[in-house]
Nanobody
Framework: QVQLVESGGGLVQAGGSLRLSCAASGRIFSPYGMGWFRQVPGKEREFVGGISWNADRTYYADSVKGRFTISRNNAKNTGYLQMNSLKPEDTAVYYC???????????????????WGQGTQVTVSS
């Protein structure tokens, strides 16, 4: 079993920044790609971005490109989502997820991920 624990959410004014962390622990026996998603009530979970298993490639949704940066430290089994220039429409619960395997292009489809964090609320006020 693998556990993903997110931290770093909160309330921020428009234009501000937040950094989310996602710490993985447990029976991690293989490489994994990491994805970040977000969800608002009544809507489907939305792909925000992802990073390959060895951190050499990142991918972003058009809505966050240029504002968000994904990184990871495999020695610490921790991933990060740096969010800058936040907008009220970025308000959502943010989730990290692990897609096991030598993943070079993290999936944009939630069902392809093996493990999920509990989610952390990000609220951007106008």
């Amino acid at each position: 079993q693998v556990q993903l624990v997110e931290s770093g959410g909160g309330l921020v004014q428009a234009g501000g920044s937040l950094r989310l962390s996602c710490a993985a622990s447990g029976r991690i026996f293989s490489p994994y790609g990491m994805g970040w998603f977000r969800q608002v009530p009544g809507k489907e979970r939305e792909f925000v971005g992802g990073i390959s298993w060895n951190a050499d490639r990142t991918y972003y949704a058009d809505s966050v490109k240029g504002r968000f940066t994904i990184s990871r430290n495999n020695a610490k089994n921790t991933g990060y989502l740096q969010m800058n220039s936040l907008k009220p429409e970025d308000t959502a619960v943010y989730y990290c997820a692990a897609q096991f395997g030598i993943v070079t292009i993290p999936a944009r489809v939630p069902s392809l991920y093996n493990y999920w964090g509990q989610g952390t609320q990000v609220t951007v006020s106008s």
